[in-house]
Structures are given as C-alpha cells and as structure tokens.
C-alpha cells in the first residue's frame, strides 16, 4: 500500500481554478495507477479520473470533461506526485476530494472504488457561486 497526501485544496469562485496535488514517498509509485474520487456532503463518494502509470492515458467523469486535467511525475526528484488542474469550477464540484490508488491494468476498473487499495485523507473543494 501506498501513502498518500493530498494537498491543494481551497475556497474559489465559481469559474476559478485550483490545483491538486497527490504525493507519496514509495518508489514504486510508477507501478501503480492513480484515481481522483470526491465526495460532497449528504451524497456517496464518485469517480472524478483516473491516469495510468507512464501518464499516458487518463479517463474522467462525464461531469469534469473538458475541464480537469490529471498529469503525473514518476520520479523522486519531483517526489512522485500527481496533479489534478481543475478549471472553470462550479458550486457542484464542492466536495471533499480524495486521491487513491489501484493495481488494476484494466481501464474499465479504474471507476469503482473497491479496485483501489490505497486512499489518502482528502482535501476539501468548495466553490462559491
């Protein structure tokens, strides 16, 4: 399993941006694929994206399309992190959002919450209208 750290989060406006980030320590970090999942108060916690190890491909919610952007850094000088740029945010995309980890090579998996094995503490979103 790995250790992760989200960072990045804040208050916006609607239609401003905000960056997160994911960090760990581990080496082995490339292995793995990355998600982004959030959760808004009262609701269940959704898919928002997914990129896998080389940064290559990345898969988004229908919601975010267009407007997230996921990247990734697979190396210790930049201490294996991943990003999440979200631009034009709206007051829906308040949330508490969460980065986490899988294994899984299939890109149809990469949506559901039980492949991932590893999850960190979240960092809040909120978007003012």
């Known amino acids: 399993q790995l250790r992760l750290v989200e960072s990045g989060g804040g208050l916006v406006q609607a239609g401003g941006s905000l960056r997160l980030s994911c960090a760990t320590s581990?080496?082995?970090?490339?292995?793995?694929?990355m998600g982004w999942f959030r959760q808004a108060p009262g609701k269940e916690r959704e898919f928002v994206g997914a990129?896998?190890?080389?940064?290559?491909?990345?898969?988004?919610?229908d919601s975010v399309k267009g407007r997230f952007t996921l990247s990734r850094d697979n190396t210790k000088s930049t201490g294996y992190t991943i990003h999440m740029q979200m631009n034009n945010l709206k007051p829906e995309d308040t949330a508490v959002y969460y980065c986490?980890?899988?294994?899984?090579?299939?890109?149809?998996?990469?949506?559901?919450?039980?492949?991932?094995?590893?999850w960190g503490q979240g960092t809040q979103v909120t978007v003012s209208s």
């Open positions: 986490a980890a899988t294994e899984s090579q299939l890109s149809e998996t990469w949506s559901r919450m039980n492949e991932y094995t590893s």
């Open positions: 581990r080496r082995t970090f490339s292995r793995y694929v």
């Open positions: 990129i896998n190890y080389s940064g290559g491909i990345s898969t988004y919610h």
